[in-house]
């Protein structure tokens, strides 16, 4: 079976397995106070031009998600974020299991809008019954999004401005972050993002890491005690220096840069075969994520040689699919999943 279904089929990247071989047998100190981490940390903040950010390492996505809000937020305060946002539908319930309701509106695209945060914010104050209700304190983004899209640099702006008007923290969760970098169609920077968001993270596990994200903080207010938070919420790990050692190796010599270009490419050639095709999409995406809508005899036919994410059954002959493409798809097996798709 060659899998396409999701973007963390395999281990990591042959640079990171050797760099955690080489880096072994050194004794050093733990929690993430280790020279490996240190300069991990500071390649990553020489990348986001922000060198007074902190930089903290933890395993996966759904615990720097939870870990970060929890950290940021009152008991009585809320998240606010796109309905198809991680936080709302993929992370069972990890956000509001922390305390915190997490407050939904309909994304666009698998965005939220600066308009849509301040009529957040006023329909929460223009209440007149706002403490009967979560109140609203942070906006939650993905970049790339669910659906694979991106958020311009106009739109991230135009959603710092909105949170200072309103008061709110922006958090970028960063779990793809390297395949939006690399897509033809963007234009924010880590340096974009370290200016506009209070924290964000890069993500590593479904980068080229064996599992690891990198959570930036810039905003002074969200540092305070946050690696307290860290350690009661579990999430502070004893050998964090295989943390570090890894991000030390997708930041150097432009490794993580590499990898995402190379999905990206593969993913946008599997775009290009099913648009030949015939077939049309749900979402117009330019980075790994691709969602063709493909007739369900043919996925029959695909799904005996290759795994897929089924999307949304859009009828009894149709259904939309999501393939993925990673830093480790190799062209022999893109080369044959178009040549499948042509004779389909």
Not at 53 to 74: E, S
Not at 252 to 281: N, P
Not at 338 to 344: C, L, R, S, T, W
Request: hydrophobic share 40%.
């Amino acid at each position: 079976m060659i899998c396409f279904n999701c973007d963390y089929n395999e281990g990591c990247h042959p640079a990171v397995l050797e760099a955690l071989a080489r880096t072994n047998m050194e004794q050093t100190a733990g929690y993430g106070e280790d020279p490996h981490c240190g300069h991990a940390a500071e390649l990553i903040r020489q990348a986001c031009d922000a060198p007074k950010a902190d930089v903290h390492f933890l395993v996966g996505g759904t615990q720097v998600n939870m870990v970060m809000i929890a950290a940021a937020l009152r008991p009585h305060q809320s998240p606010v974020c796109a309905d198809s946002g991680h936080i709302n539908v993929h992370e069972t319930g990890a956000v509001e299991a922390s305390g915190h309701k997490v407050i939904s509106v309909p994304g666009v695209d698998g965005k939220i809008s600066a308009e849509q945060v301040r009529q957040v914010w006023r329909d929460h104050y223009e209440s007149g019954t706002e403490e009967h209700m979560a109140q609203p304190k942070l906006v939650y983004i993905s970049q790339p999004t669910e659906f694979g899209t991106l958020y311009s640099k106009k739109e991230l702006e135009a959603l710092r401005s909105v949170c200072d008007e309103c008061g709110f923290y922006l958090y970028a969760d960063g779990a793809r972050l390297g395949y939006g970098l690399a897509a033809k169609e963007n234009d924010v920077t880590l340096p974009d993002l370290a200016r506009n968001c209070d924290a964000f993270y890069i993500g590593g596990t479904k980068v080229g890491a064996l599992f690891g994200e990198a959570l930036v903080i810039v905003n002074d207010e969200l540092k305070t005690d946050f690696r307290y938070v860290e350690k009661q919420r579990g999430a502070m790990l004893a050998k964090g220096r295989i943390l570090g050692v890894q991000f030390e190796t997708l930041f150097t010599g432009g490794l993580y840069e590499k990898m995402g270009r190379h999905a990206v490419e593969l993913a946008l050639r599997i775009r290009d075969a099913c648009a030949e095709k015939g077939w049309s999409f749900i979402m117009d995406s330019p980075t790994n994520q691709q969602f063709p809508i493909v007739p369900n005899r043919v996925l029959a036919k695909l799904g005996e040689k290759y795994a897929y994410s089924p999307w949304m059954k859009l009828s009894d002959q149709e259904t939309a699919v999501r393939f993925c493409t990673s830093w480790a798809t190799t062209e022999e097996n893109v080369n044959a999943l178009i040549e499948d798709i042509k004779n389909a």
